[in-house]
């Protein structure tokens, strides 16, 4: 596995990093999914959050899921765009209203990523 310094915007997206940066940007640790919208896929930040009494998932949970999400995105090579994105949208999740980023990516290996959630 490479070691790629703390400032390289090209290195994977970790679980912490985007749990840090939801807490810092939002004060709420907000849920994120993948969603496929007219043959395109979009990652999406959701008004539910982890601190919500009604949450779904415990924070184990919500942190597996997260890592799930983020592996796509890794895969995709789009975890600076992801960066840039979050750090950046003027935008807060809302009640009935997720914020969404289309994950475009390029190249073989990102067409058949992509291939398996279009289908």
Request: charged share 30%; glycine share 4%.
């Amino acid at each position: 596995m490479l070691d790629l310094p703390a400032d390289d915007p090209s290195r994977p997206l970790g679980v912490e990093e985007l749990i840090t940066c939801l807490r810092q940007r939002w004060r709420a640790t907000y849920d994120l999914q993948l969603v496929v919208r007219r043959q395109r896929l979009y990652l999406q930040v959701m008004w539910a959050y982890l601190e919500q009494q009604s949450f779904p998932m415990d924070e184990a949970a919500y942190r597996v899921h997260v890592a799930e999400v983020l592996d796509v995105v890794n895969r995709l090579g789009l975890a600076p765009e992801v960066r840039r994105w979050l750090a950046s949208t003027r935008d807060k999740p809302r009640l009935g209203k997720a914020l969404s980023l289309p994950l475009e990516a390029e190249g073989p290996e990102s067409e058949s990523l992509l291939r398996e959630f279009l289908v």
